[in-house]
Nanobody, 123 residues
């Protein structure tokens, strides 16, 4: 069983930055791809970014490409999401998740989820 805990959310003005962290425990972190998703009120949870086991490959939703950067530190069992040039439409609860196998942008294929961290971007 893998436990994931997100942190780093908060309230920021448009154009600002936040760095989300995801701490993993209870599993073999170096065996898993990691993903970040978000869910805004009244909307479905959507893919944001994913990273390969080694960190050499990254994937982004078009809406965040060029603004967000996903990374991981396998020595610390942690993943990160650096968010720059934030927009009000980025407001959502952000979740990290573990993908043991499957397609990185399909939320139904992820195996474990954190509880989420709220990001609010004011205009």
């Amino acid at each position: 069983q893998v436990q994931l805990v997100e942190s780093g959310g908060g309230l920021v003005q448009a154009g600002g930055s936040l760095r989300l962290s995801c701490a993993a425990s209870g599993g073999t972190f170096t065996s898993y791809r990691m993903g970040w998703f978000r869910q805004a009120p009244g909307k479905e949870r959507e893919f944001v970014a994913a990273i390969s086991v080694s960190g050499s490959s990254t994937y982004y939703a078009d809406s965040v490409k060029g603004r967000f950067t996903i990374s991981r530190d396998n020595a610390k069992n942690a993943a990160y999401l650096q968010m720059n040039s934030l927009k009000p439409e980025d407001t959502a609860v952000y979740y990290c998740a573990v993908l043991r196998s499957g397609t990185y942008y399909q939320k139904y294929e992820y195996d474990y989820w954190g509880q989420g961290t709220q990001v609010t971007v004011s205009s």
